[in-house]
């Protein structure tokens, strides 16, 4: 921790203790974030506190912020969203999937109090959802990842078997199939978003069992380093840039950018001017950023990656265009059908062409 | 030249001392550590220890959160005490906890939306038969085939998770929840919740069965004559079987104990606090209680006092996190700290420092 953010939060800690609930023009703002893994994850939460950073640095003094890291995702996050609320915040992020009941059984208690839930469904008239089209990214990465697997073996890290990161391989596979018909993804769920050790053990599998390229819906950057030293093996940064392991293994990233989210909800309580909405936001308005394709990549798979992301960005090109069938043959997107939201958000089937099962 | 020399016998004054030491300690080292990190070590201490109890702002809440927290705490380590004072360790009630609620929660979830007061006491007997039912497969391997229960309890946590995995993602999962893994909330069923039994004073029935099992642990540990068969294993086990103790029933009896704990416990948090079974409500308890069950001596008051402790800091720990910026790290290390210290001068329970040469035997 830096000297300013402490800094910041000791006044915050002092302010709060003075001026508890009195939300008057005068006094700053005060946003809380919690965050479901440590600040220096190098991940999912490592950029929701840039973002944190960024609201900062946007507001100054105008604004302070607050946060708590690690929260596990049952009983204790409750405590933890309901202590934030106490100690008089003004808008509280939550950050990841796991905080919804919590997050709407805290809102009810606190009614002039905002709240901003991660990846949820559930809302209410002080709590928002937010969340980022990463399968946009997911896109990209299987197209290059189709394109440069030597043994047509592409295996990819889960977390947990919920719709979004079902999505992310769904995307990544039929991108990946389009330009290699022969691939195959191997799916394990690592029932975690960050486990170093666990990430680390589940990409060395992976690879030994003739992967060369090696996805990860997880938050650490244990399964880029376990494919450096494996060599030969890609990966893509997850959540974050992970530019420290380029130009290999880490070959692209899909960047989460919370920042301009961030700033604009913030301000709009500053305004007097939050209303509960649902916000999904992809390449196009900036939340989620490519990382720079390496020299590790042919230029012309970077070229067409590029192409790739300048059709989604401009909306020309949605990633779940038909003919797409599920898995067991019936068909989901007829010939030039795209996905409706309301299927994507509650995907909870495979794509025709992936094995295995989505555990249940 | 300074040695250890063994004492004769444990010593009373420092069984009973160790454990405030212990604090002291943690206090002392970790302000040190605050201090290095920029925090005021004094701060930081009164975040912790004091904030939550007394704190006009945030008492109020925290308060009853102390319950909350330490009463599955207590309830598991009291199980697990029972057992290490027979030389049984169970490290497994993680798992058991985890089985305990699945179970519990799958046999409310078969009645819902009924409307009957017998669904929540049916309930807590599943989870109690879910835990104990858990600890029987490492109980029976040992009593049958010698095997080791530590490995054996342990290894099934991990076969435990998995299961919680399946189930909150199809056998249990909210048929209105939009495909995602998680079952039904239980506050949102009257007839199966948890709820507090005054209101706003944290008390659920995990906390009034925490309260009970320490009592009645006390008297089965002091006053029966199982418990006496249980401490004499741990203590002499030869003597124990001279005197006509069966060791296999003390497996089981002190196994099956812990695993029905451990599950009521689980049942208990996912109808109340936790609200719903999802992929990954369980928060460690489990092994949490194995330092609540040290820290307290393996005595059932003992027990009560350190699990009101850990739960102080915990919440403290998350306090101090929120108003001083204290990475949450540091919060862990600290609670690290205090078992640490807790077995380094518990060697003084046993040992005395003497000075000088050795004595000839």
């Known amino acids: 921790m830096n000297r300013r953010t402490l800094f910041t939060s000791v006044a915050a800690a002092t302010l709060a203790a003075t001026a508890a609930f009195a939300q008057t023009d005068g006094e700053p703002v ?5 965050y479901v893994g440590p600040i220096g994850d190098g991940g999912w939460t490592y950029e929701h506190n840039k973002a944190r ?35 008089g915040a003004d808008i509280i992020f939550t950050t990841s999937f796991g905080y919804m009941d919590p997050t709407i059984a805290v809102a009810e208690k606190f009614p002039d109090v905002k709240f901003e839930h991660a990846t949820g469904y559930k809302r209410a008239d002080n709590v928002s959802t937010y969340s980022a089209r990463f399968y946009e990214g997911r896109a990209i990465q299987g197209h290059i990842a189709g394109s440069m ?18 999505r992310g391989i769904n995307s990544a596979y039929l991108h990946a199939k389009k330009v290699n018909p022969d691939v195959e993804f191997s799916v394990v769920w690592a029932y975690t978003w960050f486990d170093p050790a666990k990430e680390a053990d589940a990409a060395r599998a992976l690879i030994e069992n003739g992967n060369d390229v090696i996805l990860q819906h997880t938050d650490s950057t244990a399964p880029q380093a376990a494919a450096q030293e494996a060599g030969n093996v890609i990966t893509f940064g997850q959540a974050s840039d992970m530019a420290e392991y380029a130009p290999m293994p880490r070959v692209s990233s899909i960047i989460d950018d919370w920042a301009p989210y961030y700033i604009d909800r913030v ?53 779940f265009t038909g003919p797409i069938n599920r898995q067991d043959g019936s068909v989901w997107l007829a010939e030039g059908e795209t996905a409706s939201d309301g299927d994507l958000l509650g995907m909870d089937f495979y794509v025709e062409g992936l094995t295995g099962e989505i555990p249940n | 030249m300074i040695r250890l020399e063994k004492r004769p016998q444990p010593s009373q004054l420092w069984t009973v001392l160790t454990p405030v030491l212990a604090v002291l300690l943690t206090m002392l080292v970790g302000g040190i550590m605050f201090a290095f990190l920029g925090t005021d070590p004094l701060e930081a201490i009164r975040t912790i220890f004091w904030d939550p109890l ?16 330490a009463g599955p705490l207590i309830l598991i380590a009291i199980g697990l005490s029972i057992g290490f004072r ?38 807590i007997l599943c989870g109690a038969l879910g835990g104990f039912a858990w600890a029987m497969i490492p109980a029976l391997l040992k009593v049958r085939f010698g095997t080791n229960e530590i490995l054996v309890s342990l290894m099934l946590v991990y076969v435990a998770e998995n299961l919680l995995a399946s189930v909150a993602s199809n056998l249990l999962r909210n048929p209105e929840g939009m495909g995602f893994p998680g079952s039904r909330n239980f506050k949102q069923w009257p007839a199966a919740h948890n709820a507090e039994l005054i209101s706003g004073t944290g008390m659920h029935w995990g906390v009034a069965f925490a309260f009970i099992a320490v009592i009645l642990a006390y008297v089965l540990m002091s006053r029966h004559i199982q418990g006496f068969n249980i401490r004499l294993t741990g203590e002499a086990p030869r003597a ?25 416990a689980g049942l208990f ?14 928060s460690g308890y489990g092994f949490t209680a194995i330092i609540v069950a040290f820290l307290g001596r393996l005595h059932p008051v003992g027990i009560l006092l350190a699990g009101l402790l850990m739960a102080l800091t915990y919440i403290g720990g998350e306090l101090a996190q929120l108003m001083l910026g204290v990475p949450g790290a540091a919060i862990q290390l600290f609670q690290g700290m205090l078992l640490f210290f807790l077995l380094a001068t518990d060697v003084f329970t046993n040992f005395r420092l003497s000075l000088g040469r050795k004595e000839p035997a």
Request: net charge negative; with cysteine.
């Open chain 1, 53 to 87: 950073l960024a609201v900062e640095e946007e507001f100054g003094d105008a604004v302070e912020t607050v946060y708590q890291e690690s929260v596990p995702e049952g009983a204790d996050a409750e405590r933890a969203i309901t202590q934030m609320a106490l100690s």
């Open chain 2, 54 to 69: 007394f704190n006009p702002q945030f008492a109020g809440f925290t308060r009853p959160q102390l319950l909350v927290k």
């Open chain 2, 240 to 264: 124990a079987r001279f005197a006509g103790v069966n060791p296999a029933r003390i497996v089981i009896l002190c196994l099956g104990i812990s695993g029905a704990l451990a599950g009521m």
């Open chain 1, 30 to 34: 005060k946003a809380g974030f919690i």
């Open chain 1, 267 to 319: 301000k709009a309580v500053m305004d007097g001017t939050w209303e509960s909405t649902d916000t999904w936001d992809g390449i196009g308005p900036g939340m989620v950023g490519i990382g720079e394709i390496t020299d590790a990549v042919p230029a012309e798979v970077k070229e067409e990656a590029l192409a790739l992301k300048e059709s989604i960005a401009s909306g020309d090109y949605h990633p």
């Open chain 2, 86 to 123: 027979a030389g049984i360790w169970n490290i497994g009630a993680e798992g058991q906890y985890i089985m305990g609620a699945i179970c519990g929660a799958g046999a409310g979830l078969a009645f819902y939306p009924a409307d009957s007061v017998l669904i929540f006491p049916l309930m």
């Open chain 2, 269 to 282: 948090e996912v109808t109340g606090p936790a609200g719903q079974i999802s992929i990954d409500f369980n």
């Open chain 1, 149 to 166: 697997t030597e043994t047509n073996k592409i295996g990819y890290i889960a977390s947990f078997p919920i719709p979004e990161v079902i």
